[in-house]
Each structure stands twice: as structure tokens, then as C-alpha cells.
């Protein structure tokens, strides 16, 4: 049977996110495989040339409207709600991300269809879609079946490359018309940026990380320590931001910032899928935790099952022992 | 401003995971249950709004895992009312159906706000709030860290995070369903004491969860745990010859000189 696949692309400051291509690259070998076409839902307002970007697409359906203009949850769930009831795909994509998150589910219910979050991975056999989930914070696959009656996947940022998805090719476009979106419940009003004095950690080439395992704010000190002696800078996992121990300009992850150091030394963060999210680029990945079955550990270059107050002060002592006149 | 608040239970991370012989589920056996964290930041976001614009907070469980103390510490800190919706979830329940027994519980109820975490370790098929809303009728933003209500206009500002730092603010007309990632303070602490004495005072209304199972909801043919991708090389020994691998490690990689 072939499958016929939609997946619906999202877009933040004029740009296509990577997770656009990713899906775009699996869809199109997954139909390619069974003899299948995708297509691709962009929702926006003058973005005929994102539109250009997804080439690899059938055909890419334009939604142009002034109320999709900015990312909107409800408009976007009518949109996508009408054109997918409208083209009746075999399977649907959408990003696991803050945006798709607000409808995948959404969708599901609205269209009477299974949903599944968090895929990692996603096969067609035999007429079904089978989706790896990574669930309990990374620390369960889950495999599930799905009929190609209209499924919705939510896929999981970093699951698939993105190259796949990325292939220069002039995109079929269809504009579609796009209707009742006049009496909306909500508003977009504005982005307001992180901006202030604090460093800027996408550009810093050293960064240590500190998760929930650092235990509390005055622990702290000793990874600043660490940080100002391998001329890098202290960032953090979610539960630290959130606690308040650092701000959110050192938040890595889905939530917070993506980054590409030379070294990212993870000290007792788990691995969760939305930290990873953030990191799993970095040149070189040193973990260090308390949990042999951490997640992290399973990206990681190097691995050190410790604990932090251990490693930490015994590292600083090296690196200062090194950088001391002979 | 009447705001409920869902809740819900979830295996807690610190302890070892195991799969239980049908190859499907979490081996209950062996789980320990704690609140779900955005759970507990959906309680927080309430109850700071509950103490700028009066009004009251409400709670509703499912009852699995440690449901009771769970909404007694809600109670224990300003909730005024908690419902636990009891019924066979011992092998756990999806958010499709979840969202059902909700919306029964909540039809004809009246509340300005329903806030609940914005997805849970254990979400599989997506969260419950969010399909709530739908059934409702209501809007729903999810992965919000911040709220101020505008009790005059009936309406609140959210602020939902998006990748690299930026906000989006969003006006939402009231009700809604909110899924909170973060309260706009930290998770209030309350001592066991106080808890103990909330036993004593207050109580927890319990009623039969109903609702039908709802399509959408998936059904899993295996639950494993992943191989440690054998990518890490570990490192052994002393604190000390750890601290000398890694800086010939980084020095390898011309770092920290
Ligand atoms: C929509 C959404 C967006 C999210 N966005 C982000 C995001 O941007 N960034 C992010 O980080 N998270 C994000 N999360 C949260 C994410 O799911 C995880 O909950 C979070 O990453 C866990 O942080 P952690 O690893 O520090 O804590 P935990 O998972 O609690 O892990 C703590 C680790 O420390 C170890 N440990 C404990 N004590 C020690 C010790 N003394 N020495 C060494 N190790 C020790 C433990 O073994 C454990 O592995 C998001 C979640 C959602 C739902």
C-alpha cells in the first residue's frame, strides 16, 4: 500500500525550523519506499519562499492568510484541521516542539485519530506505521502500531538528518484558500528576546552544565570555579532554571538554547530527549552522573560514573595544576 | 477568578525502571510515584494568581499512586477543594481517555482558567490538557511560563517559550486550558507537618471517574530500554586519575589551555 504523507512544516523569524527537513527527508523516503507522495502544510503569511525550500516535497499546500502571520495555536489547529480532513493523508508529521505540541494532540481528537508523541524513530511495514517513542525522560523505548488511516506523529527534534530533507529542487506549490479564522480566542501580541548583559553561551566553546544532580544553588560555586579555570562558562539543565539558580539565558535545550561548544560537560543531567534536544551537536560530550543507565551516557564521548563533588574539585585541581609555571 | 487544576501522578525517574513480563508496561512492582513536575508548576502558577485576584483553586486527580497526599500537600498549600476520580487505573491510563473522564467531571462546571502541566513523562498519545481544551470548546497554549490575568476584560496574557530564549505573548480570552511549563515562582514548599495537619482538617472529595474511551488513544506492543549506544568510552578509578584522563582528554582537544 503506499503511503501518502503529510507533514506540516513550522517557521519562527522568517525561518524554517530544522525539524521541517528532518521530517520532510523521512517522509519522502518512506513514500519513495512504498510508492507514496508528501506533501507538505505551510501556514504563514508572504512566505512563498520557505515555500521554495521544500522542494523534496509533492507538492507544498500554502496556507497565506494575515491571521497565521505569527504562530497561533487555535488558527493554526483550524488550518490544519481543514486541509488535512481535506486531503485525508495516510500519516501526519508534526514537530515535537512548543509549537507542534499545542496541536498534535489537539488534532487527534478533533479527527478522531490516534496520536503518538516523541517518536525517534518511525517505519512502514506491511501497511503500518511503527513508531519508537522515547518516553519516562529517555528512559524507555516504547514501540507502537498504527493503521495509515490519518495517524498523527509528533517527532522528536534530532530523530532523522536533516541533509535528507534539504535537496535544492523547484517546489510544486498549491495555494490553498483559507477560511474562518475571523472570531480567534487568542492573540498574538508579541516576542520579547532574552536580551541583557548576560554572555551569550552559543558562543562560548566550553560550556559545563549542571542538572538536577548539583543538588543546590551553592554547589554552584565550585563548577564556576571549574568553569573560569577551563575558560568556559557554567550552563544549565531545565530544573536548575527553573528553581531559579541560574537564569534563563543559560538554559540549554527545546526550551532554552542550542549549542555547539568544543566541549559540553554534562554534570548531573539525565539525558531527557528536551535537553538533548540542545546539545547533542557539541564536539565533544563529557558526562559525568551518579546513574551507570543515565541517558546522557548514551551520547556522551566519554563517561564518569561519579558524583559531581568528587569529580569536580579532583578536575579543577588538575587544570590549575597544569596552567601553574613550571 | 475559579481556577482547577489537574494533576497527575508519574513514575519517579530516581528510581531503576523494569519492564514487566508482557513486554508492555512498567513493571508496577517496582515504581514509586511522585507528582509530575509541571503538574506541580501549573499548582504554583494557580495559586500565586489565586492570591493576586482572590477567587479559589481546585484540584482534580485521577486516583493512581500516591493521589491522597498528592492532593492533601495541594491542600496543604491553598487549594481550596480536591477531587479525586477514582476508578481501575492501576495499569495506568492514557490522556485520551483521560481527557474524558476530565471533561465529564468538568461539564457544567464554572472556573475562569483549568491550568495543568504541559506534557508528562508518560504522555505517550500527547497531553491530557490539551485534548481537553478540545473537548471543551476552549483555547488552549501550552509550554507557558508566565500568566497575568485581566480579570476586567476577561482575558489573560501567557507567555509560551519557544527555542533559543525568545517568548511569545499571546492575549487568550477566558476560560481557557493552559499548559504550564513553569510557574512564574518556584514550586512552593510546604513542610510534612502541615500536611499531616491537612489530614486531619480537610478532606478530599471523591468521586467515580467516568467517561468513555475515547479513539485516539494507542496501544503499545513493546516497552524496552534503550541500549546505552556504547558511543561513551567510561572512565574508571580515583577521583584523581579520573581528573588526569579528562585533562589529556581536553588537552587532546586543545581545551582549557
Ligand atoms: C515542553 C518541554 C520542554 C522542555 N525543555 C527543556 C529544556 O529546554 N532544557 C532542559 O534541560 N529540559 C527541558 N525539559 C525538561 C526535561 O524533560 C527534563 O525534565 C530535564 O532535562 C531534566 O533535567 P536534569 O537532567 O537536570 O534532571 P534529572 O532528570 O532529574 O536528572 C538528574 C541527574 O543527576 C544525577 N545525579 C544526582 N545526584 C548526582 C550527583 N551527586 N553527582 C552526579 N550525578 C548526580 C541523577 O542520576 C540524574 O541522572 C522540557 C520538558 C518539556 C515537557
Same mark, same amino acid.
Given at each position: 500500500?503506499?503511503?501518502?504523507?503529510?507533514?506540516?512544516?513550522?517557521? #519562527?523569524?522568517?525561518?524554517?525550523?530544522?525539524?521541517?527537513?528532518?521530517?520532510?527527508?523521512?517522509?519522502?523516503? #518512506?513514500?519513495?519506499?512504498?510508492?507514496?507522495?508528501?506533501?507538505?502544510?505551510?501556514?504563514?503569511?508572504?512566505?512563498?519562499?520557505?515555500?521554495?525550500? @521544500?522542494?523534496?516535497?509533492?507538492?507544498?499546500?500554502?496556507?497565506?492568510?494575515?491571521? +497565521?502571520?505569527?504562530?497561533?495555536?487555535?488558527?493554526?489547529? *483550524?488550518?490544519?484541521?481543514?486541509?488535512?480532513?481535506?486531503?485525508?493523508?495516510?500519516?501526519?508529521?508534526?514537530?515535537?516542539?512548543?509549537?507542534?505540541?499545542? %496541536?498534535?494532540?489537539?488534532?487527534?481528537?478533533?479527527?478522531?485519530?490516534?496520536?503518538?508523541?516523541?517518536?525517534?524513530?518511525?517505519?512502514?511495514?506491511?501497511?503500518? &506505521?511503527?513508531?519508537?517513542?522515547?518516553?519516562?525522560?529517555?528512559?524507555?523505548?516504547?514501540?507502537?502500531?498504527? *493503521?495509515?488511516?490519518?495517524?498523527?506523529?509528533?517527532?522528536?527534534?534530532?530523530?532523522?538528518?536533516? *541533509?535528507?530533507?534539504? %535537496?535544492?529542487?523547484?517546489?510544486?506549490?498549491?495555494? +490553498?484558500?483559507?477560511?474562518?479564522?475571523?472570531?480567534?480566542?487568542?492573540?498574538?501580541?508579541?516576542?520579547?528576546?532574552?536580551?541583557?548583559?548576560?554572555?551569550?553561551?552559543?558562543?562560548?566553546?566550553?560550556?559545563?552544565?549542571?542538572?538536577?544532580?548539583?543538588? =543546590?544553588?551553592?554547589?554552584?560555586?565550585?563548577?564556576?570555579?571549574?568553569?573560569?579555570?577551563?575558560?568556559?562558562?557554567?550552563?544549565?539543565?531545565?530544573?536548575?532554571?527553573?528553581?531559579?539558580?541560574?537564569?534563563?539565558?543559560?538554559?540549554?535545550?527545546?526550551?532554552?538554547?542550542?549549542?555547539?561548544?568544543?566541549?559540553?560537560?554534562?554534570?548531573?543531567?539525565?539525558?531527557?530527549?528536551?535537553?538533548?534536544?540542545?546539545?547533542?551537536?557539541?564536539?565533544?560530550?563529557?558526562?559525568?552522573?551518579?546513574?551507570?543507565?543515565?541517558?546522557?551516557?548514551?551520547?556522551?564521548?566519554?563517561?564518569?560514573?561519579?558524583?559531581?563533588?568528587?569529580?569536580?574539585?579532583?578536575?579543577?585541581?588538575? +587544570?590549575? =595544576?597544569?596552567? $601553574?609555571?613550571? | 477568578? =475559579?481556577?482547577?487544576? +489537574?494533576?497527575?501522578?508519574?513514575?519517579?525517574?530516581?528510581?531503576?525502571?523494569?519492564?514487566?513480563?508482557?513486554?508492555?508496561?512498567? *513493571?508496577? &512492582?517496582?515504581?514509586?510515584?511522585?507528582?509530575?513536575?509541571?503538574?506541580?508548576?501549573? @499548582?504554583?502558577?494557580?495559586? #500565586?494568581?489565586?492570591?493576586?485576584?482572590?477567587?479559589?483553586?481546585?484540584?482534580?486527580?485521577?486516583?493512581?499512586?500516591?493521589?491522597?497526599?498528592?492532593?492533601?500537600?495541594?491542600?496543604?498549600?491553598?487549594?481550596?477543594?480536591?477531587?479525586? #476520580?477514582?476508578?481501575?487505573?492501576?495499569?495506568?491510563?492514557?490522556?485520551?481517555?483521560?481527557?474524558?473522564?476530565?471533561?465529564?467531571?468538568?461539564?457544567?462546571?464554572?472556573?475562569?482558567?483549568?491550568?495543568?502541566?504541559?506534557?508528562?513523562?508518560?504522555?505517550?498519545?500527547?497531553?491530557?490538557?490539551?485534548?481537553?481544551?478540545?473537548?471543551?470548546?476552549?483555547?488552549?497554549?501550552?509550554?507557558?511560563?508566565?500568566?497575568?490575568?485581566?480579570?476586567?476584560?476577561?482575558?489573560?496574557?501567557?507567555?509560551?517559550?519557544?527555542?533559543?530564549?525568545?517568548?511569545?505573548?499571546?492575549?487568550?480570552?477566558?476560560?481557557?486550558?493552559?499548559?504550564?511549563?513553569? $510557574?512564574?515562582?518556584?514550586?512552593?514548599?510546604?513542610?510534612?507537618?502541615?500536611?499531616?495537619?491537612?489530614?486531619?482538617?480537610?478532606?478530599?472529595?471523591?468521586?467515580?471517574?467516568?467517561?468513555?474511551?475515547?479513539?485516539?488513544?494507542?496501544?503499545?506492543?513493546?516497552?524496552?530500554?534503550?541500549?546505552?549506544?556504547?558511543?561513551?568510552?567510561?572512565?574508571?578509578?580515583?577521583?584523581?586519575?579520573?581528573?588526569?584522563?579528562?585533562?589529556? %582528554?581536553?588537552?587532546?582537544?586543545?581545551?582549557?589551555?
Amino acid at each position: 500500500m503506499h503511503a501518502n504523507i503529510l507533514v506540516i512544516a513550522e517557521h #519562527l523569524k522568517g525561518r524554517l525550523s530544522g525539524i521541517v527537513f528532518e521530517m520532510l527527508g523521512k517522509a519522502h523516503a #518512506l513514500a519513495t519506499e512504498t510508492g507514496g507522495g508528501v506533501e507538505v502544510l505551510l501556514m504563514g503569511h508572504g512566505v512563498r519562499a520557505l515555500a521554495e525550500e @521544500l522542494g523534496l516535497a509533492s507538492r507544498v499546500l500554502l496556507c497565506d492568510h494575515p491571521a +497565521l502571520a505569527a504562530y497561533t495555536p487555535q488558527a493554526c489547529l *483550524d488550518v490544519a484541521e481543514q486541509v488535512i480532513a481535506r486531503r485525508a493523508p495516510d500519516l501526519v508529521l508534526i514537530a515535537s516542539s512548543s509549537m507542534g505540541l499545542d %496541536i498534535a494532540a489537539p488534532l487527534s481528537v478533533r479527527l478522531g485519530v490516534p496520536h503518538v508523541s516523541s517518536c525517534r524513530d518511525l517505519r512502514i511495514t506491511a501497511g503500518r &506505521a511503527i513508531v519508537t517513542s522515547q518516553m519516562y525522560g529517555g528512559k524507555m523505548l516504547v514501540e507502537s502500531h498504527l *493503521d495509515l488511516r490519518g495517524a498523527i506523529v509528533s517527532v522528536l527534534p534530532g530523530a532523522f538528518p536533516e *541533509d535528507a530533507g534539504r %535537496i535544492a529542487r523547484e517546489a510544486v506549490i498549491e495555494a +490553498l484558500p483559507v477560511e474562518g479564522l475571523d472570531a480567534p480566542h487568542m492573540r498574538f501580541t508579541r516576542l520579547i528576546e532574552q536580551s541583557g548583559t548576560d554572555i551569550d553561551i552559543t558562543q562560548t566553546p566550553v560550556l559545563i552544565a549542571v542538572g538536577r544532580g548539583i543538588q =543546590n544553588r551553592e554547589n554552584i560555586a565550585m563548577v564556576e570555579e571549574l568553569a573560569a579555570i577551563a575558560q568556559g562558562a557554567v550552563c544549565a539543565s531545565r530544573p536548575v532554571v527553573d528553581q531559579g539558580w541560574l537564569p534563563m539565558t543559560r538554559q540549554i535545550g527545546r526550551s532554552g538554547m542550542i549549542v555547539k561548544p568544543k566541549l559540553y560537560m554534562a554534570l548531573g543531567i539525565s539525558g531527557a530527549p528536551e535537553h538533548v534536544e540542545g546539545m547533542k551537536d557539541a564536539e565533544l560530550i563529557v558526562a559525568v552522573n551518579t546513574d551507570a543507565q543515565a541517558p546522557i551516557f548514551g551520547i556522551a564521548h566519554y563517561g564518569v560514573v561519579a558524583d559531581i563533588a568528587d569529580v569536580v574539585p579532583a578536575l579543577t585541581e588538575a +587544570l590549575r =595544576n597544569a596552567h $601553574a609555571p613550571a | 477568578m =475559579n481556577i482547577v487544576v +489537574l494533576m497527575k501522578q508519574v513514575p519517579d525517574l530516581v528510581e531503576e525502571l523494569e519492564v514487566d513480563a508482557g513486554g508492555t508496561l512498567l *513493571d508496577r &512492582a517496582w515504581l514509586r510515584f511522585i507528582t509530575s513536575e509541571y503538574d506541580d508548576h501549573a @499548582l504554583e502558577q494557580a495559586l #500565586l494568581l489565586k492570591e493576586q485576584h482572590g477567587g479559589t483553586v481546585r484540584v482534580l486527580a485521577l486516583d493512581m499512586g500516591e493521589a491522597d497526599e498528592m492532593l492533601f500537600t495541594a491542600l496543604a498549600k491553598g487549594a481550596d477543594s480536591a477531587v479525586k #476520580l477514582s476508578g481501575d487505573f492501576a495499569t495506568g491510563i492514557d490522556s485520551h481517555s483521560a481527557a474524558g473522564i476530565y471533561r465529564h467531571a468538568l461539564e457544567g462546571a464554572s472556573f475562569d482558567l483549568i491550568l495543568t502541566g504541559v506534557q508528562a513523562i508518560d504522555d505517550l498519545d500527547g497531553p491530557a490538557g490539551a485534548m481537553l481544551a478540545t473537548h471543551l470548546g476552549l483555547p488552549y497554549i501550552g509550554v507557558v511560563s508566565g500568566i497575568d490575568v485581566d480579570t476586567a476584560n476577561g482575558e489573560a496574557h501567557v507567555r509560551k517559550e519557544y527555542p533559543g530564549g525568545l517568548l511569545a505573548e499571546f492575549t487568550v480570552d477566558l476560560p481557557a486550558v493552559i499548559g504550564i511549563q513553569a $510557574a512564574m515562582q518556584p514550586p512552593r514548599y510546604v513542610p510534612i507537618s502541615r500536611i499531616r495537619q491537612t489530614m486531619k482538617t480537610a478532606s478530599i472529595d471523591e468521586t467515580a471517574a467516568q467517561g468513555e474511551r475515547i479513539a485516539g488513544a494507542i496501544s503499545v506492543e513493546r516497552m524496552y530500554k534503550p541500549e546505552r549506544a556504547g558511543s561513551a568510552t567510561m572512565l574508571e578509578g580515583s577521583a584523581d586519575s579520573i581528573a588526569e584522563r579528562l585533562l589529556d %582528554i581536553l588537552t587532546e582537544h586543545g581545551i582549557g589551555r
